[in-house]
């Protein structure tokens, strides 16, 4: 549903202030009552409903519309695809890794989803999103255009929706800029090299608020 509850925006933090959401005039429940600002809160909500039901690995994702007003005019729409994960890396089993899901699982989502496009994303540190975990987030961008979010869910927020898998893995797209910047990218055929490849290891000494972005 494009609708939702206050009480599940607000355990989200995604209304913003001086900014509220749309009301419905005449809302059939609390439960359908604000046009979403955001897919978060929803996300959460269909994530804590499967982890309660015992299931130990959860990845889910939801493609629509969010709906933030306007004054004076109709509301700004954007197509918004939205994933979170949690829990173990790999299936349970005799010989399988105990490892759990966190960041870097996100950014392979992410960095899937550029390479079928035929893009190369940049990731930059993010500061101000309070919903995600400090140092544990960034923003995705392409030609110094923000095309979404990535982190680990903070878990503040996860308290709020009683998840007690702890991290979350989650990523943010905004679908139709991303697919602005596909069209203009179709893939081209290199040949393979006359020459054997060779490979070298490098090790760089830098500061610790060096991030890897401003290396590349």
Known sequence: YSLTSRENLEKAEVIKPGREPLRLANPMSKELEFLRPSLRGSILSTLAYNLRHKEETVKIFEVGRTYNPIKDELPDEREVAICTLAGRRFHQSWNSSQEIIDFYDAKGVVEVIFDNLGLKPSFELSQDDDFLHPGKSSLITYNGVQLGTIGEIHPRILDRFEIDV???????????????????????????????ASNRDLAIIIESDVTTEQIK
């Open 166 to 196: 702890s991290p979350v893995a989650f990523v943010e797209l905004y679908v139709e800029t991303l697919l602005k910047f596909s069209q203009y990218n179709t893939r081209k055929f290199s040949d393979f090299s006359k020459f054997p």
